[in-house]
């Protein structure tokens, strides 16, 4: 069983940084990807950015440029740096895997976190 637990969410103001953490427990190798999903209320979830076993990365247009996805391997563990955030990124942002390697925003992930809110105010 894959467990996926997100942290670093929090409030800031506009132009701040955050760097959201997102721990792997249980067997999950090999081929992979990896990837960040905000959902904000009454809307639907979406991609932020994902990252595969390969390196390979993806990121939204809506962030490109001011988020960054990562990870350390020898700590199985996903990061979002998010620099010059805005309140439209506020949002609980979702940490996901799946063992479908191919780099991708969508979001057909098989495991997921319980998310971790991230409220910009201007």
């Known amino acids: 069983q894959v467990q996926l637990v997100e942290s670093g969410g929090g409030s800031v103001q506009a132009g701040g940084s955050l760097r959201l953490s997102c721990a792997v427990f249980g067997y999950f190798y090999g081929h992979y990807c990896m990837g960040w999903f905000r959902q904000a209320p009454g809307k639907e979830r979406e991609g932020v950015a994902a990252?595969?076993?390969?390196?390979?990365?993806i990121i939204a247009n809506s962030v490109k440029g001011r988020f960054a996805i990562s990870q350390d391997n020898a700590k199985n563990t996903l990061y979002l740096q998010m620099n010059s955030l805005k309140p439209e990124d506020s949002a609980m942002y979702y940490c996901?895997?799946?063992?479908?390697?191919?780099?991708?925003?969508?979001?057909?992930?098989?495991?997921w976190g319980q998310g971790t809110q991230v409220t910009v105010s201007s």
């Open positions: 990252i595969a076993s390969d390196g390979s990365t």
């Open positions: 996901a895997a799946d063992y479908n390697a191919y780099v991708r925003l969508g979001t057909d992930f098989r495991y």
